[in-house]
């Protein structure tokens, strides 16, 4: 059953890191009632209505201080997700009393509104901070976490339930060092507090599925732990700005060498699960029993510098660059059927140039790059990067996996989205398509060629840097290094593959609007001068041929 699935949720802090992917992993994948937003900040919220435009968003403005709002947010709410906080360890410590009334008081309010208004369950964010806490935002979220689990003694077998979920460091959050190290990086000289310094780390994905997951385990009165990889922060410096000087600045006041998530006090009434540890309260209000869960030997501490689990320099490079998506256009003037194809003209406009026009209108990438021939003869399109403000990578004619492996390396992609220049009707909101689903399924190459359904040239691969790499590293056939991808879905028990099937309106493989031959570029010029403008979509070229009867089927 779908913890979250036709409920009101009350999101406080929903405008941050945690509340805005928190918002689209619920709306995506869980179809909530409504997600009331709550927060202080307006600006945040019109920009996040902008981006979502769901109706079944509501954003309120308030403070977790203030009861009277904060109640009127509440009513009729089914779930509260409090993610609310003062967070920045300085400004706590500079502001204390400010801290304590967000993060201690708020948390009180939270607690207050719930139980009398018989919310069913309410779950706090909690920090690897909380544990043995040297900073005030330590201590008022430790306070807050001891509030929530004792709240569960004025509900008894009524509702609402109460619990934690405690992690560490989110990757590339605000607040996290990850910014701070890129902006860094442009000087040569990343600051370092400590080359000894370990972290637990979490994705903000993974953060808040163990979120959703918690919620429908939770019975009152747990906080739960997920069972997270370490990494050090000197590897994190080295993976962003490997040739930058590191300079030693010293631990910061109220900043610890190492982060505790399990204490060996808390470990004695805790249990282990394959993925998490759940630690259950000392009150006499617990009388629940886990099932399937196994007790922690005496003196066990869950700490990120004796963590059995590292994240690697790699890994770190690969989670990095996971969140972008940059498309690749592959493009070079040699063609033995059709030589400089992709700098003839129509409308006045090259080919390549449609290629680009047509890749600015999907909504789905960061960046778009060309990646060309180190032959004097590509100057031509090097010159054309650079006149269009386009980025761009020269590299080997032959081996176009190579040329791609240093294009994504170059340009630190997360998700390389291969196009071809041959092809000037490729369909943004087909790419878009292809893209999200990538996305959302985790595979490691996603395509509509693997098993095609569209018409020939509109081909859209798309393919994480972890497994471009694996395959660079791997293949060593001509045709494999040549063609790039026939690696990835030649191994698909090497790499987790998804194919995109077309829609019945679009189910046309024996259309060919490609670029290959001088045949193929009258009918993608006729094609071109029907349609004045760039937004023209598939479903219209492919009536446009099937009714004028123009030659622009395979075999035909």
């Given amino acids: 059953m779908d913890v979250l699935k036709d409920k009101t949720i009350l999101l406080t802090g929903g405008t941050g890191s945690f509340g805005s992917k928190f918002t689209e992993i619920a709306l995506e994948k869980h179809n909530p009632a409504a997600i009331r937003i709550f927060s202080r900040g307006e600006k945040l919220q019109y920009d996040m209505e902008r981006r979502f435009n769901d109706e079944r968003l509501r954003f309120l403005i308030g403070d977790v201080r203030d009861k009277e709002r904060l109640h009127r947010a509440m009513q009729g709410v089914d779930i509260v997700v409090h993610a609310a906080a003062l967070k920045h360890v300085t400004a706590c410590e500079y502001n204390p009393i400010e801290a304590v009334r967000t993060n201690i008081n708020g948390a009180a309010n939270i607690i207050d509104i719930a139980t009398d208004g018989k919310i069913e369950k309410v779950m706090a964010i909690s920090t690897d901070k909380a544990v043995h806490p040297v900073n005030l935002y330590g201590a008022t979220k430790m306070t807050a976490e001891k509030l929530f689990i004792q709240g569960n003694s004025y509900t008894g077998s009524n509702p609402p339930m109460f619990s934690c979920v405690r992690y560490g460091n989110v990757i590339g959050s605000r607040g996290s060092v990850i910014p701070l190290f890129k902006k860094q990086k442009e000087s040569g000289t990343l600051t370092l507090t400590s080359k000894e310094m370990t972290r637990f780390w979490i994705t903000l994905d993974a953060g808040i599925e163990f979120v959703i997951n918690c919620i429908g385990k939770m019975k009152g009165g747990e906080i739960f732990i997920p069972r997270i990889p370490s990494m050090k922060l000197i590897d994190i410096a080295d993976a962003i700005a490997p040739k930058a000087k590191k300079k030693v600045i010293g631990i910061r006041p109220g900043e610890k060498l190492h982060e505790v998530l399990l204490t060996e006090d808390e470990a004695r009434h805790s249990r282990a699960f394959k993925n998490y540890f759940v630690i259950e309260p000392e009150h006499p209000f617990w009388d629940e029993t886990i099932d399937s869960a196994g007790s922690l030997p005496e003196g066990f501490r869950y700490e990120s510098n004796t963590n059995e689990n590292w994240l690697s320099k790699e890994d770190i490079i690969n989670i990095l660059r996971e969140p972008n998506v940059m498309a690749v256009v592959q493009a070079r003037t040699g063609s033995t059927r059709l030589p400089g194809k992709i700098m003839k003209k129509v409308n006045g406009i090259t080919i390549l140039e449609y290629v680009i026009k047509r890749l600015k209108l999907c909504k789905k990438l960061d960046k778009i790059i060309i990646a060309t021939t180190d032959k004097k003869k590509d100057d031509i399109i090097e010159k054309f990067a ?171």
Avoid at 415 to 443: F, G, W, Y
Avoid at 511 to 524: G, M, P, V
Avoid at 534 to 549: D, Q
């Fill in 386 to 556: 650079i006149d269009n403000n386009i980025d761009y990578y020269r590299g080997s004619e032959n081996d176009v996996l190579d040329r791609y492996m240093q294009t994504a390396k170059r340009y630190e992609i997360g998700n390389i989205v291969r196009i071809t220049s041959d092809c000037p009707l490729i369909d943004p909101e087909i790419v878009d398509h292809i893209v999200e689903q990538h996305l959302k399924s985790k595979a490691d190459f996603t395509s509509n060629v693997i098993r095609r359904t569209y018409p020939k040239g509109l081909d859209v691969e798309v393919i994480k840097y972890s497994a471009l790499s694996k395959a660079h590293k791997e293949a060593t056939k001509k045709y494999d290094r040549e063609h790039v991808m026939p690696y990835i879905w030649g191994n698909p028990n090497k790499f987790k593959l998804l194919n995109i099937q077309a829609p019945p309106n679009l189910t046309r493989p024996d259309i060919r609007i490609t670029l290959d031959t001088q045949e193929d570029f009258n009918i993608i010029e006729k094609v071109l001068k029907h349609f004045k403008e760039l937004n023209f979509k598939t479903e219209e070229v492919i009536k446009y041929i099937v009714e004028n009867n123009i030659s622009g089927r395979e075999g035909g």
